[in-house]
């Protein structure tokens, strides 16, 4: 049997992904260069460009995000989600970079918005209760 909370939480926790991942799907040009700024600035050698890895970020998150919304593997789409958004909030948010004390504020109340949400998927992740 379902169980209802476990159902609800896991949408409302795979909607932020969901979405977001459809966003990058989108226009994965407007993301593309602050990728590549940041492959550059850790010395990240990869042959794909900005704008695929946007994509293939995006492709993740709504694949996975899709299937732990509806219980398909739900640990294993948790661990998936909390893999990929480890790159997207250091790429995302590096508030350790702005000088501005309101931009720094705003980045990192939305670095450890993203870090909490990482706490949730590996609460999913970590689940071994039936659905």
């Given amino acids: 049997m379902i169980n209802p909370v476990k ?14 991942g459809m ?4 226009n994965p040009a407007a993301l593309g260069p602050v990728v590549e700024r940041a492959k550059e600035k850790y010395g990240v050698d990869l042959p794909v460009d900005g704008k ?12 996975a995000g899709t299937a732990m919304a509806l ?17 997207t909030n250091v790429v995302g948010h590096p508030f350790w970079e702005q000088t501005d004390p309101g931009k720094k504020m705003h980045e990192s109340s939305s670095f450890m918005a993203n870090a909490a949400i990482i706490g949730g998927l590996l609460m999913v992740a970590m689940d071994r209760r039936k659905k």
Avoid: C, Y
């Avoid at 219980?71 to 790159?87: E, H």
């Fill in 7 to 20: 159902f609800v939480a896991r949408g409302l926790l795979a909607s932020v992904f969901i979405g977001g």
């Fill in 71 to 87: 219980g398909i593997m739900p640990r294993t789409s948790a661990l998936a989600l909390a893999g990929l958004l480890v790159p």
């Fill in 52 to 63: 695929d890895l946007v994509t293939a970020n995006g492709a993740g998150m709504v694949a």
């Fill in 23 to 26: 966003n990058q799907l989108k």
